[in-house]
Structure formats: C-alpha cells, structure tokens
C-alpha cells in the first residue's frame, strides 16, 4: 500500500510559476515510476511528466516550460511549472507505479488555475 500527499496547486496568473510537490509513504521501497497527471474539464486525463530511475519524459504541451525531479527511492517527486498558459489549468494528480505486488496509486489531486 502507497499514501500520496499532493500539495502546491493555486491560481497565478499567465507567464507565472507553480510547484507542485508529492509525497509517497508506505511501500516506497519497490517505487518502480513516479509520474503527474492532469485532467482538465471535459478532458480525458493525460500525462503530463514522468520519472524513472535515471530518466524523466515530458508531453509535447510542456517541453522546456516544466520539469519534474525527485528521488524514487525515498519517494518524493516535484514539478516545477513556469510559463504557465490558461491551456494548462486542471487538476494535477500524483501517480507512482509499484513493483510488487505490479500496481499503482493515484494523489487526491491539487487544483491548478491560470488566468490570462
């Protein structure tokens, strides 16, 4: 079993920045992925940045404006929002992946308005 606690989302304003920060507790030992997500109104949930042991990917939409860091093994995942678009206002959710039992565990979500 995984807990995730999200915390950072708000309002700001376009051109602004957010960070976004989650915290894992339980069976962070097999963490194998710690990812975001986000889901707009009326949108599929998409992803929106990932990390590995060793790598990270980002979606096309937020290439050079976002970047994600962390430390799997202690559990702990960040993502540092700059440039922010009206286009980027969801909510924001934490996801990680775990090696055994193979599963995943999603965040509560944090609330991300940007205001042109």
């Known amino acids: 079993q995984v807990q995730l606690v999200e915390s950072g989302g708000g309002l700001v304003q376009a051109g602004g920045s957010l960070r976004l920060s989650c915290a894992a507790s339980?069976?962070?030992?097999?963490?194998?992925?710690m990812a975001w997500y986000r889901q707009a109104p009326g949108k599929q949930r998409e992803l929106v940045a990932i990390?590995?042991?060793?790598?990270?990917n980002y979606a096309d939409s937020v290439k050079g404006r976002f970047t994600i860091s962390g430390d799997i093994a202690k559990g702990t995942m960040y993502l540092q929002m700059n440039s922010l678009r009206p286009e980027d206002t969801a909510v924001y959710y934490c996801n990680v992946a775990i090696m055994l039992p193979p599963s995943t565990y999603w965040g509560q979500g944090t609330q991300v308005t940007v205001s042109s």
């Open positions: 990390i590995r042991s060793g790598s990270t």
């Open positions: 339980g069976s962070v030992s097999t963490l194998r992925t």
